[in-house]
């Protein structure tokens, strides 16, 4: 039997993490998510609870943005083959590929609709579910 993916996702926004959840339910989607609401917290439940399948970032996270974590969770041993996924606004095309040259599985603009919203949750858990490999 398959132990079920636990996404751990940095999100500071209580809004941004309602629509998920409701999103993620609303789709079928029974997905373990935790939520961390800074880096610290981020690396604290990495060191201390079970090892996620996914990681979320927001790309404006406080107090380390997330260039920065994913820095640190490249050069780490331990936490360097988690896949790990940037969340943030349209950003120019210089900051998303830094986001990839740090180590960022996927960047992913948020949507301004809550409808547009629910439909990239939907492609990206279908893909990150059905399609990737994950450990």
Known sequence: MQKEPLVLMLEEDPDDRQLTESAL???????????VSDSDELFDHLKHRQRPALIMLDYNSTPAPALEILKALKASDEYRSIPAVVLGEGLPAVYVRQCYDHGASSYITKPASVRGTREKIAGFFRYWLNVAETT
């Open 25 to 35: 339910l609303e789709l079928g989607f029974d997905i373990p998510v935790t939520y």
